[in-house]
């Protein structure tokens, strides 16, 4: 396991025990954690990181917020795909140069739900649509 991977890992361990009560349960498995949601009946929301900081930014900003936590954790599975791990996923689903890149996906047709939060606006797009629309879809435009 590479050094990116090992740091990742132990940001989201870190991360969830600082968390009281309420935390994201992230997987790291692509097709388990689709499974995982199509048998919950719950949506997937997969988080492609890149190796910079702007992904171990965007998830210390997700632990710390209670109510996009809880919302996440009542009806999303999490998935965190780092981009240079060479995790198993279909890549044509996920396409993006620009990273983080967080989508909100049916798990059960396997489609994205709406435009990707991307980049630095990443935890602000991602509030907006979990916490602001009854759909998980962005009012607006392209919500980037």
Not at 11 to 37: D, N, P
Not at 121 to 142: D, I, N, V
């Amino acid at each position: 396991m590479d050094r990116a991977v090992r740091t990742w890992l132990f940001l989201l361990v870190v991360l969830q025990g600082l968390g009281a009560g309420t935390f994201v349960h992230w997987r790291g498995a692509y097709e388990a954690a689709r499974a995982e949601a199509v048998e919950e009946g719950k949506r997937l929301l997969f988080l492609l990181a890149g190796t910079s900081d702007d992904g171990r930014k965007l998830l210390a900003a997700i632990g710390k917020d209670s109510e996009l936590t809880r919302k996440i954790s009542d009806d999303y599975v999490a998935v965190i795909v780092i981009a240079d791990a060479k995790a198993n996923y279909p890549i044509e689903l996920y396409y993006t140069t620009k990273y983080p890149a967080i989508f909100l996906v049916d798990a059960k047709r396997e489609i994205p739900l709406g435009a990707p939060c991307m980049g630095n606006a990443s935890f602000a797009c991602l509030r907006r649509k979990l916490l602001f629309t009854s759909t998980g879809e962005h009012p607006g435009a392209e919500g980037r």
